[in-house]
């Protein structure tokens, strides 16, 4: 009489190093396995990513941001699929591509960057219309599209605060 080996019934698949490399770069290099808050975590590490495209013209930047929002929708859609579950939290790629979003119309100071990722992290939470609905979407594309919301909004608060009151 032959057994099925419990073994098969919690072991997870052997993934390939193509599945390895996507839910390394959908996680932040594994940032988003951080136990509290993964989301926070992958907005802080978005910033080094926006000071360096700082130094590109705006050009450059919005092409940065354009790039990275198309990448990240099948990067993202991986890292969901591989974690089995729709937007799971430790898919931080989308929190450190819309991350430079944030600081297209400021310079990137220390000022900015402290009131920036304050607002991205509070409009990503919040979710203001549209963004939940965007949300929605199916796949990496609702996973990138409300960060990318959150990311246009607080673009145009931090610039509006910095326009009341130069951060620079």
């Known amino acids: 009489m032959e057994h099925s080996t419990p073994e098969r019934l919690i072991t997870p698949p052997a993934r390939s190093f193509a599945d390895r490399a996507l839910l390394l770069t959908a996680t932040g290099l ?7 808050a993964p989301g926070t975590i992958g907005s802080l590490a978005g910033l ?12 450059g930047q919005v092409a940065a941001a354009v790039l990275g929002f198309l990448v990240g929708i099948p990067i993202c859609a991986a890292g969901a699929r591989l974690l089995g579950s729709g937007d799971p939290g430790a898919v ?11 600081f297209l119309l400021v310079p990137f100071t220390w000022r900015t960057a402290v ?14 219309w549209p963004a939940r609905r965007l949300e929605r979407l ?11 919301a959150a990311a246009v909004f607080s673009a145009a608060s931090l610039w509006l605060i910095d326009r009341c009151a130069p951060l620079g």
């Open 30 to 36: 594994g940032l988003g396995f951080f136990p509290i």
């Open 48 to 59: 080094p990513l926006a000071w360096g495209l700082q130094h590109l013209p705006l050009w």
């Open 92 to 102: 931080v790629f989308d929190e450190i591509a819309a991350c430079s979003i944030v």
């Open 115 to 128: 009131a920036g990722f304050v607002l991205f992290r509070l409009f990503d939470i919040w979710k203001p």
């Open 138 to 148: 199916p796949g990496g594309l609702g996973i990138m599209a409300d960060d990318v």
